[in-house]
């Protein structure tokens, strides 16, 4: 008898040392809702786009790919980062995708869509900057 109850106190010391810290990691879960830190009211992307199949996944990566590289380009030549100019309709970039791009076979929109990655890769470091400087990076 006296086994059990030292073998209870024991476990009831450990499960008192282990628990908070687990109860307290699944606090540090991240969300699938986030809120972004700066400009919060950022317009959502196109319906198509976030119904898409993910077999065409390709298309909508290509999309955001326009809008990212658009968006570093607009507050570069602008020197503005407001949320208008970092975060604007997805008009823009949904046109030059349907113009440019929307009769293109899967490779070639994976290179176009490198090419605006690298675009919008160039820009950063100046784009980051300005908008470090408004207080919106």
Known sequence: MMHRTIRLT??????????PPLLAERNLIPS??????????????????????????YQRVLVQDIYRAQ?????????????AARFPTWDSAEGTFRENHAGANRSEMLQAS?????RANELRPQAKTICEAAGNW
């Open 10 to 19: 024991w476990l009831t010391i450990v499960l008192g040392l282990i628990a």
């Open 32 to 57: 699938l809702e986030s809120s972004p830190d700066v400009c919060s009211e950022r317009p959502s992307e196109p319906d198509w786009m976030e119904n898409i199949a993910l077999r065409d996944a």
């Open 71 to 83: 968006s570093m380009e607009r507050v570069v030549e602008t020197g503005s980062c407001d949320c």
């Open 114 to 118: 490198d090419i605006y990655n690298r």
